[in-house]
Structures are given as structure tokens and as C-alpha cells.
């Protein structure tokens, strides 16, 4: 079975960092690329990375870019998302997901970690 | 970047009947890089339809998905109760990946 848990999620002043994590599971972690995609209290989805998967090929949403890092651990089964200089509006739930490529459709997502960033 | 436009934003339909969900992308997509999620209140979203028309694994047949260039529609038909929810397009045809608004598919 497929499974996807984040963490690292919290409560984070404005202009601090948070690195949320991703373990990966009931899959062949190295053989998918992986994202994070957001959701704001209430809105819709905002893809936010993806990363392929042997980290040649990575990509940012604008509204993150220069802030946000993503990588990955093939030999951990993990992904991970280093967020510096957090805002107000980087407030979301935060899934990852799998698919192909750091472009692609996402196959299966966890079930969130929660980011409030507030002072 | 390419923005999805989702429409109608609600759509009110009763159980049996059939539904239409659109997706106007502002540019081509490339090579039908789109697809269609289900998101259930406090649940994570669950794809329907990559590719354009290609339904995911254990996605009944009620479920469609057709379209290309900047026009995508997602049909689902017999309309079940668990069916009204919310429904996202994605296209990952280029960089950045978008998501559209939302389509909320609720009973009349």
C-alpha cells in the first residue's frame, strides 16, 4: 500500500524557516518524481514544487521561488521542502504527492502537514 | 504561466443526472498534460483523469475526461450521492504546474 506521511509542520513567526518532510512507503521511491502542492485554509490547490527523481530536474512555482528548497533522499525514501523567509500567506496544509517527472500528474498524496506561519 | 479557468464555479445537479465540469486554459496545453481530482471535505485529493482521457486506476467508467488544446471537460454520469464534492483540473504541460479555482458539484 502507498503511503505518503508529512511532518515538520507548525506554527512559524513571519521571516523564519520550517523544513517539512516526506516519508515514502508501499512504492519504489526512486523510480517517481515527488511535489508539494498547498492548500490555504479554505481555497483551492497551489502546486508548489516537484522534483524527478534522481534531482537533475526541479521546479518551483513564482511564488516561491528563492524561498523555498526541495530535495530529496532516494536512500531514504524522503522528501523534503526547506522553506525560508515564510509569510503570512505561506499559511496551508502541505501534501506531498508522486508522479512522473517534476511535471507531471500527481498519483497518490498524503494526507498534509499544517503551516501557520504568524507572529 | 498557464492559468485554468474552471467553470461553473457551482454546479447544482440531483443524483442520476449527468454533469459537465469545464476547464479553459489561457494557452495551449502541451500534449494534453491535463488532469482532473476529486477532493472530499478533509480529505486528500484523488485523481480521476490524467492525459486528458485517461482515467486513473479504480476510477469507474462513470468518470470521462476529454478535451484539448485550451478546452477540457471532465463528465460524470449516474451522479452518485458521494459524487458532490469539489473538482480541480491540473495542467503539467509546462512550468509552473497550475491548478484551476474549483468546480463544487452540490445537490440541487
Request: a neutral charge.
Amino acid at each position: 500500500e502507498v503511503q505518503l506521511v508529512e511532518s515538520g509542520g507548525g506554527l512559524v513567526q513571519p521571516g523564519r524557516s520550517l523544513r517539512l518532510s516526506c516519508a515514502a512507503s508501499g512504492f519504489t521511491f526512486d523510480d517517481y518524481g515527488m511535489h508539494w502542492v498547498r492548500q490555504a485554509p479554505g481555497k483551492g490547490l497551489e502546486w508548489v514544487s516537484g522534483i524527478n527523481w534522481n534531482s537533475n530536474y526541479i521546479a518551483y512555482a513564482d511564488s516561491v521561488k528563492g524561498r523555498f528548497t526541495i530535495s530529496r533522499d532516494n536512500g531514504k525514501n524522503s522528501l523534503y521542502l526547506q522553506m525560508n523567509s515564510l509569510r503570512a500567506e505561506d499559511t496551508a496544509l502541505y501534501y506531498c504527492a508522486n508522479g512522473f517527472g517534476e511535471l507531471s500528474h500527481l498519483l497518490f498524496w498524503g494526507q498534509g502537514t499544517p503551516v501557520t506561519v504568524s507572529s | 504561466e498557464i492559468v485554468l479557468t474552471q467553470s461553473p464555479g457551482t454546479l447544482s445537479l440531483s443524483p442520476g443526472e449527468s454533469a459537465t465540469l469545464s476547464c479553459r486554459a489561457s494557452q495551449s496545453v502541451s500534449s494534453t498534460y491535463l488532469a482532473w481530482y476529486q477532493q472530499k471535505p478533509g480529505q486528500a485529493p484523488r485523481l480521476l483523469i490524467y492525459d486528458s482521457s485517461n482515467r486513473a486506476t479504480g476510477i469507474p467508467d462513470r468518470f470521462s475526461g476529454s478535451g484539448s488544446g485550451t478546452d477540457f471537460s471532465l463528465t460524470i454520469n449516474r451522479l452518485e450521492p458521494e459524487d458532490f464534492t469539489v473538482y480541480y483540473c491540473q495542467q503539467y504541460g509546462s512550468s509552473p504546474v497550475t491548478f484551476g479555482q474549483g468546480t463544487r458539484l452540490e445537490i440541487k
